[in-house]
């Protein structure tokens, strides 16, 4: 069992940063894949970035060059350095974990966070 506890949301004007961080629990954290996701009002999940074990990275193509995915395996963190964020970025950041491979299907994931606002004001 994993659990996913996700901070550093907040409202930030467009062109500016922000950093999520997904914590998690249990001993087998460095042996999981993680993803982050997005839901904005009335429009479906998306995936955004996901990291493997091992450290490779894949990212939606709307947030290629602008978001970084990394984890440290020894705080069992996740996070999401997100920079020049743009209006279409709001939406409700959500972590999640599966094991295998990265996955940009989020019904393939088995552990989810409760998600964390992110605002951009245009």
């Known amino acids: 069992q994993v659990q996913l506890v996700e901070s550093g949301g907040g409202l930030v004007q467009a062109g500016g940063s922000l950093r999520l961080s997904c914590a998690a629990s249990g001993r087998t954290f460095s042996s999981y894949a993680m993803g982050w996701f997005r839901q904005a009002p009335g429009k479906e999940r998306e995936f955004v970035a996901g990291?493997?074990?091992?450290?490779?990275?894949r990212y939606a193509d709307s947030v290629k060059g602008r978001f970084t995915i990394s984890r440290d395996n020894a705080k069992n963190t996740v996070y999401l350095q997100m920079n020049s964020l743009k209006s279409e970025d709001t939406a409700v950041y959500y972590c999640a974990a599966k094991g295998g491979v990265v996955a940009s299907n989020g019904s393939r994931y088995d552990y989810w966070g409760q998600g964390t606002q992110v605002t951009v004001s245009s």
């Open positions: 990291i493997s074990w091992s450290g490779g990275s």
